[in-house]
């Protein structure tokens, strides 16, 4: 089995789209998106070209894929407005009324409406397994979007073929044991997980940043991981790896490797988002 994270922060984009290669080919939430403001500004030229970019790497590989999970209704993880890119494919989907807030409810019943025009397998996958082949798919059910259910709710992945895999989603650090515990029982190899929101101290307060990092040490302590790749909400702060050193410590203490998607894909790590200020000011 092998994993390609496609899109990530890291890589200069909104997105968390991973591929997944074994008997079959697994494609997990693919799209991608700027920050609308940050530092007060908008999206800089560079990153406007970094996320057509990106789309066309994830259209490319939704056309290979054969099974696509879309784990929850943010437009940094779906996308509805190019449907027909699903024709022909298996979709397991975030269940669209069941633990889910009002925003993404009407979302996905937007998206589903859109999909009726193509011809494409739908089944909602929430708590669900599915086996193609020598693959198995488990899907957790859902989870907080964060530290309440205020954004909603998400599925977290587990894919198993030879080597072991768990996708976090946007649990924005594993804050809540409810998430944490999927990750537990899975016990993956490698696991790409959403840290911790930390460029937004307001909205993520001191104790739910202290216990994420109490959990994600649980994670490394207490599972088979090699890998854990922390992105995706972490890697929107120029300063991320110094507010997580101590996870760093305790992973080389522990034998496991930490990473952003850019250092496990081998490409040169581009917080863009982060830099939108230096981009801007570099302009005139």
């Known amino acids: 089995m092998m994993i390609f994270p496609v899109a990530f922060d890291s890589m200069g984009v909104r ?64 996308n509805p407005n190019e449907v027909d890119l699903f024709e022909g494919k298996k979709l397991l989907l975030k269940n669209p009324k069941e633990k889910i807030n009002k925003s993404q409810m009407k979302r996905s019943a937007y998206f589903l409406e859109k999909l009726k025009k193509i011809e494409v397998e739908i089944d909602f996958c929430d708590n669900k397994h599915y086996e193609f082949e020598n693959t198995l798919i488990e899907i957790s059910w859902p989870v907080f979007h964060g530290i309440n259910d205020k954004l909603g709710f998400v599925l977290e992945i587990y894919v198993a073929s030879k080597k072991t895999f768990l996708f976090s989603s946007d649990v924005e650090g594993v804050a809540n044991e409810d998430q944490l515990r999927f990750m537990l029982e899975k016990d993956a190899e490698i696991v790409f997980l959403d840290g ?42 120029l300063a991320w790896r110094k507010k997580i050193s101590e996870i760093f410590k305790f992973g080389e203490e522990n034998g496991v490797k930490i990473l952003s998607a850019a250092e496990f894909a081998g490409v040169e790590e581009e917080l863009l988002e982060a830099k939108r200020k230096e981009l801007w000011s570099s302009s005139f």
């Open 15 to 78: 997105s968390m789209t991973t591929a997944v290669h074994s008997e079959i080919r697994i494609l997990i939430d693919p799209s991608v998106s700027l920050a609308p403001y940050r530092y007060g500004l908008p999206p800089h030229k560079v990153e406007v070209e970094r996320m057509k970019q990106k789309w066309e790497e994830i259209k490319k590989e939704i056309s290979l894929s054969d099974v696509v999970i879309i784990t929850h209704y943010h437009y940094d993880h779906h």
């Open 196 to 237: 911790p929101m930390t460029y937004m101290p307001h909205k993520y307060p001191q104790e739910f940043f202290t216990k994420s990092i109490e959990n994600v040490k649980k994670l490394i302590e207490k599972t088979q991981v090699e890998k854990l790749v922390i992105d995706h909400h972490t890697t929107r702060d």
